[in-house]
């Protein structure tokens, strides 16, 4: 299995993290405070399986002489101090009212004009895809946490992420006004009790733990719910919680972020979830499993989810899903969501994976998400590993293409043209505004890159537009090798989640031994969502279908930002970025 060699890398991802924070290996890290990290792995990661209880770090590197520590390295939420920090937040308001009334505002400088995303706007109301802000670089089809969270009129806020900046979130909230649900991670009761004793002094704060049983190893997703009194936003990033994912702390690195701004049903009450849409089912099935509360749950289905009719929510949910239950989480859940969208492709479809982190790969589960993309019934791929019949064995010296029937060498071969995986080498790391010191979350391990199955004539070197930043972003793009008749690109779509390339985020279909039939492993909590690009030919740009009417990337234009260059390069000669190095 992919996993197999990935066990001994868990503790060297935890090392590697640690390194990758010292700020004074980089001239852009200035606001130096704590950083909380809620698992020792990386966020690479989520490729470690051993099923022992991950021991929570705090790593001081980010802190100023000012500021010393307020977290014990076995406590991630201790010291918060409620009444204090109201304090500190009224003596901030007091200073600045002071220098605004002494000093003159500075003149606007060109190219740094500010664009904030209104409340509720016809934009979100449909559904957005934004960059997440950096600093530095120019308001475009970006977003601040700020201007995602909106704390004026915020009445609860669900936060869910992989690493936590617990202090640096809290300033970003009106604790007096706001509710708040933190989704963590926790592996075992005593981690749970821990935690939930570090957060007594905030009754306005509850946690939720989804459940981490057996070989489940990363509560990987970054939900957000945020309640407003007339609205629901529902935000889906790639980010975590932490400054410099959100473009502070200099602007070294950047992510991406889905919104949709629900309003509140009519007559107030909640609908029943049989008649929401594909993709409020899903919201609603992956909030349960979580262990979110009924009544938050209940307020969800108060608000209106007609503008996600052509969207679908599709996720990963830790854990064994025998039965039924496979096909709707995992990349079977991914590739219901695609037929059920309407999105299948009888033709060959051109896959795109921005990751900033790798697993261990080998084409046998590259071929499941390149078939999921399709829309592709996953017992496809499942019935090549389990036959009904014997297969013969593979005479010596044979071609690999001759262990696999017909239909599966046809993939593989569509598979090695078709398929690009955007990863930065060590090159465009070196060169990125942070350099080594902030790499420590782009992870890829070279004993897995340089494994004889892994498939590295696939991968590009991802290099942001936005020159310097390195990206975080997890994003499939999809779309038909070419035009077809009438169709126009409506069958294009997108992915923006939480998701990197890997066994451990999308799952691995397999035989159950006890009642032989097919079941779901997954070792991750994920989700994303899935945008069409909905272009209708009369529409399409110029560009969009090139020589051979073959589909460029063009065809996201307006729907969802690329956000590297295309074409990217070819590796050559050149090393991928090893979470190693910094």
């Given at each position: 299995m992919a996993s197999d060699n990935e066990d001994d890398f868990q503790q060297q991802l935890a090392e590697a993290i640690a390194l990758s924070l010292k700020p004074e290996s980089s001239p852009y890290l200035q606001d130096k405070k704590s950083l909380i990290v809620i698992d020792e792995s990386t966020e690479s990661e989520d490729e470690a399986a051993d099923p022992k209880p991950a021991r929570n770090t705090v790593t001081p590197s980010m802190m100023t002489d000012e500021q010393p520590p307020t977290h014990s390295s076995n406590g991630i939420l201790r010291g918060l101090d409620r009444k204090k920090m109201e304090e500190e937040r009224l003596t901030r308001l007091k200073r600045k009212a002071s220098m605004s009334s002494s000093i003159s505002p500075p003149p606007s400088r060109r190219g740094r004009l500010e664009k904030p995303v209104e409340a509720s706007s016809s934009r979100t109301a449909n559904g957005v895809v934004l960059k997440t802000w950096a600093f530095g670089f120019a308001r475009d089809q970006d977003i601040k946490i700020e201007e995602v969270l909106q704390k004026d009129d915020l009445k609860l806020a669900v936060l869910s992420s992989f690493q936590w900046d617990v202090e640096w979130l809290l300033r970003k909230l009106?604790?007096?006004?706001?509710?708040?649900?933190?989704?963590?991670?926790?592996?075992?009761?005593?981690?749970?009790?821990?935690?939930?004793?570090?957060?007594?002094?905030?009754?306005?704060?509850?946690?939720?733990?989804?459940?981490?049983?057996?070989?489940?190893?990363?509560?990987?997703?970054?939900?957000?719910?945020?309640?407003?009194?007339?609205?629901?936003?529902?935000?889906?990033?790639?980010?975590?919680?932490?400054?410099?994912?959100?473009?502070?702390?200099?602007?070294?690195?950047?992510?991406?972020?889905?919104?949709?701004?629900?309003?509140?049903?009519?007559?107030?009450?909640?609908?029943?979830?049989?008649?929401?849409?594909?993709?409020?089912?899903?919201?609603?099935?992956?909030?349960?499993?979580?262990?979110?509360?009924?009544?938050?749950?209940?307020?969800?289905?108060?608000?209106?989810?007609?503008?996600?009719?052509?969207?679908?929510?599709?996720?990963?949910?830790?854990?064994?899903?025998?039965?039924?239950?496979?096909?709707?989480?995992?990349?079977?859940?991914?590739?219901?969501?695609?037929?059920?969208?309407?999105?299948?492709?009888?033709?060959?479809?051109?896959?795109?994976?921005?990751?900033?982190?790798?697993?261990?790969?080998?084409?046998?589960?590259?071929?499941?998400?390149?078939?999921?993309?399709?829309?592709?019934?996953?017992?496809?791929?499942?019935?090549?590993?389990?036959?009904?019949?014997?297969?013969?064995?593979?005479?010596?010296?044979?071609?690999?293409?001759?262990?696999?029937?017909?239909?599966?060498?046809?993939?593989?071969?569509?598979?090695?043209?078709?398929?690009?995986?955007?990863?930065?080498?060590?090159?465009?790391?070196?060169?990125?505004?942070?350099?080594?010191?902030?790499?420590?979350?782009?992870?890829?391990?070279?004993?897995?890159?340089?494994?004889?199955?892994?498939?590295?004539?696939?991968?590009?070197?991802?290099?942001?537009?936005?020159?310097?930043?390195?990206?975080?972003?997890?994003m499939l793009f999809a779309r038909p090798k070419k035009m077809e008749p009438r169709e126009g690109l409506r069958r294009a779509w997108a992915y923006v989640g939480s998701a990197n390339i890997s066994e451990s985020a999308w799952g691995r279909l397999v035989k159950d031994k006890t009642t032989k039939q097919p079941r779901l492993n997954c070792r991750n909590w994920e989700c994303g969502v899935i945008i069409p690009a909905s272009v209708p030919s009369p529409d399409l740009p110029d560009d969009a279908a090139g020589a051979g009417g073959v589909i460029g990337m063009d065809v996201f234009m307006g729907r969802v930002p690329v956000p590297l260059r295309i074409p990217a390069e070819l590796y050559g000669s050149r090393r991928p970025w090893f979470y190693s190095e910094a």
């Open positions: 009106d604790l007096n006004r706001t509710e708040m649900v933190f989704v963590m991670q926790a592996k075992d009761e005593v981690t749970k009790a821990q935690y939930r004793t570090e957060t007594m002094n905030m009754p306005n704060l509850r946690l939720c733990f989804p459940s981490m049983a057996g070989n489940v190893n990363c509560m990987h997703s970054k939900l957000q719910l945020l309640f407003h009194q007339d609205y629901l936003r529902i935000a889906v990033p790639s980010a975590n919680l932490i400054t410099y994912d959100w473009g502070e702390n200099g602007g070294v690195m950047e992510n991406v972020v889905f919104l949709v701004d629900l309003p509140r049903r009519p007559d107030g009450a909640p609908i029943s979830k049989e008649h929401l849409t594909f993709f409020g089912k899903e919201l609603i099935y992956f909030l349960e499993a979580m262990g979110l509360s009924k009544s938050i749950i209940d307020n969800v289905l108060r608000f209106d989810f007609s503008a996600t009719t052509e969207i679908a929510f599709v996720h990963s949910i830790g854990g064994i899903h025998p039965g039924e239950q496979w096909k709707r989480t995992g990349y079977c859940g991914l590739s219901t969501a695609i037929r059920t969208l309407g999105l299948h492709q009888n033709g060959d479809v051109m896959v795109d994976f921005v990751a900033s982190s790798i697993g261990s790969l080998n084409e046998q589960f590259l071929s499941t998400i390149f078939l999921a993309a399709h829309g592709n019934d996953p017992l496809t791929e499942y019935s090549w590993r389990n036959p009904v019949q014997p297969q013969p064995r593979r005479q010596k010296g044979a071609p690999s293409e001759e262990l696999h029937a017909p239909r599966e060498a046809e993939v593989l071969t569509r598979m090695r043209t078709d398929f690009r995986i955007y990863f930065p080498t060590r090159d465009t790391v070196v060169r990125s505004r942070g350099g080594t010191a902030v790499g420590g979350t782009i992870c890829l391990h070279p004993k897995w890159y340089d494994a004889p199955s892994f498939p590295r004539t696939l991968f590009r070197d991802a290099q942001s537009r936005r020159a310097g930043l390195l990206m975080h972003s997890k």
